[in-house]
Nanobody, 113 residues
Framework: QVQLVESGGGLVQPGGSLRLSCAAS????????MRWYRQAPGKERESVAF???????TYVDSVKGRFTISRDNAKSTVYLQMDSLKPEDTAVYYC???????WGQGTQVTVSS
């Protein structure tokens, strides 16, 4: 069955960096566009980064220049490198394959001094 497992979250100070990973299984990863979402307390889930099967990327304006999405098809894994983190980046981060309905458990990112 389709499974997505996010990892790499944690507590970081403002200006710091984290690298999130999402390991996928149960489907042909290389054939799917992938997206990272986040959901902050009391807010709706939002898309923050998107990568196509060919490696083209798009970002929400609030993370442009700070976040980088990438993928390794050999490892069936999508990454989110997050630099210059801000307190407003605090959220649970999820990955999802476009066209699949399964969500992972998410990974908590907390940016605080």
């Amino acid at each position: 069955q389709v499974q997505l497992v996010e990892s790499g979250g944690g507590l970081v100070q403002p200006g710091g960096s984290l690298r999130l990973s999402c390991a996928a299984s149960g489907f042909t990863f290389s054939r799917y566009h992938m997206r990272w979402y986040r959901q902050a307390p009391g807010k709706e889930r939002e898309s923050v980064a998107f990568i196509t099967t060919t490696g083209d990327t798009t970002y929400v304006d609030s993370v442009k220049g700070r976040f980088t999405i990438s993928r390794d098809n050999a490892k069936s894994t999508v990454y989110l490198q997050m630099d210059s983190l801000k307190p407003e980046d605090t959220a649970v981060y999820y990955c999802k394959a476009l066209g699949q309905s399964v969500w992972g458990q998410g990974t908590q990112v907390t940016v605080s001094s």
